[in-house]
C-alpha cells in the first residue's frame, strides 16, 4: 500500500520567502508528526497532531513555523519569512494510532529538502 | 533531559565483517529503544525496537540488548553485506508523553566494501 508521502521533495527558496510543505500520511493513522533534520544530524522533534488536534508544538524553532492538520489527515508545515538556518530536511512521520511505549511505529516519508539562499 | 549519543562515523567494512555501533542514552524513567536506518536515497525506517530492560530487537540479522544498567542499545550484526551501507540512528521514547515522543541520536554512517 502506499506510504507516506511529501511534496515538494526539493524546495529552494530566497530569504525571507514563505514555503509550505505538505505530508500525506498513511491513510486511517491517527497520529502525525514533523522532524526538523540538518546536514549530518538526527531528526529533531518540531510537533505532533493527534487526528486534527496539534497537541504538542514545543519543537517549533520559532513562532515562524506554522503547521495544521485540518481535517486529521493531510499536513501542512509553512514557514514564513525563510531564513538560511531553516535550510534542512523537514521529514513526516504517521502511525496508525496514539498508543504510546514503543509499540505504536512512526512511518516516515521521504522528506522534504529545503535549501534557503 | 532526555538524549541519545553514539558513536561517531564513518564506519567502513569489508563484506562479511562484525559490526558494532555503539549508543548511550540519558533519560528519565526507562525509555523504549529504537533503532532506525536510513538507506541512501530512501526514507527513515525502523530497524529493530526494545521496550523494557533486557529485551532484544532484532531484524535482519541485526540485534540489540536494552541494558539498564549500562544505559547502552548497541547494535550488532555478525556479517555485513554490501546492502547494509546506510546511516543508522539510535533512539528513545520516553514512556512518560502520551504519545511516543521520539529522540534520535545524530546517527552513525555505515559503508560496507566488497
Known amino acids: 500500500g502506499a506510504g507516506v508521502s511529501q511534496s515538494p521533495r526539493y524546495k529552494v527558496a530566497k530569504r525571507g520567502q514563505d514555503v509550505a510543505l505538505r505530508c500525506d500520511p498513511i491513510s486511517g493513522h491517527v497520529s502525525l508528526f514533523w522532524y526538523q533534520q540538518a546536514l549530518g544530524q538526527g531528526p529533531e522533534f518540531l510537533t505532533y497532531?493527534?487526528?486534527?488536534?496539534?497537541?504538542?508544538k514545543s519543537g517549533l524553532p520559532s513562532d515562524r513555523f506554522f503547521a495544521e492538520r485540518p481535517e486529521g489527515s493531510v499536513s501542512t508545515l509553512k514557514i514564513q519569512r525563510t531564513q538560511q538556518e531553516d535550510s534542512a530536511v523537514y521529514l513526516c512521520?504517521?502511525?496508525?494510532?496514539?498508543?504510546?511505549?514503543?509499540?505504536?511505529?512512526?512511518?516516515f516519508g521521504p522528506g522534504t529538502r529545503l535549501t534557503v539562499l | 533531559g532526555n538524549s541519545v549519543t553514539q558513536m561517531e562515523g564513518p564506519v567502513t567494512l569489508s563484506e562479511e565483517a562484525f559490526l558494532t555501533i555503539n549508543c548511550t542514552y540519558t533519560?528519565?524513567?526507562?525509555?523504549?529503544l529504537f533503532w532506525y536506518v536510513q538507506y541512501p536515497g530512501e526514507g527513515l525506517q525502523l530497524l529493530l525496537k526494545?521496550?523494557?530492560?533486557?529485551d532484544k530487537g532484532s531484524n535482519k540479522g541485526f540485534e540489540a540488548t536494552y541494558r539498564k544498567e549500562t544505559t547502552s542499545f548497541h547494535l550488532e550484526k555478525g556479517s555485513v553485506q554490501v546492502s547494509d551501507s546506510a546511516v543508522y540512528f539510535c533512539?528513545?521514547?520516553?514512556?512518560?508523553?502520551?504519545?511516543?515522543?521520539?529522540?534520535f541520536g545524530p546517527g552513525t554512517s555505515l559503508s560496507v566494501i566488497p
Open positions: 497532531f493527534q487526528n486534527e488536534a496539534q497537541l504538542d
Open positions: 512521520a504517521s502511525s496508525p494510532s496514539f498508543e504510546r511505549g514503543g509499540r505504536n511505529e512512526q512511518f
Open positions: 533519560a528519565t524513567g526507562y525509555p523504549s
Open positions: 533512539a528513545l521514547s520516553d514512556k512518560k508523553t502520551s504519545y511516543d515522543k521520539v529522540i
Open positions: 526494545a521496550t523494557k530492560a533486557d
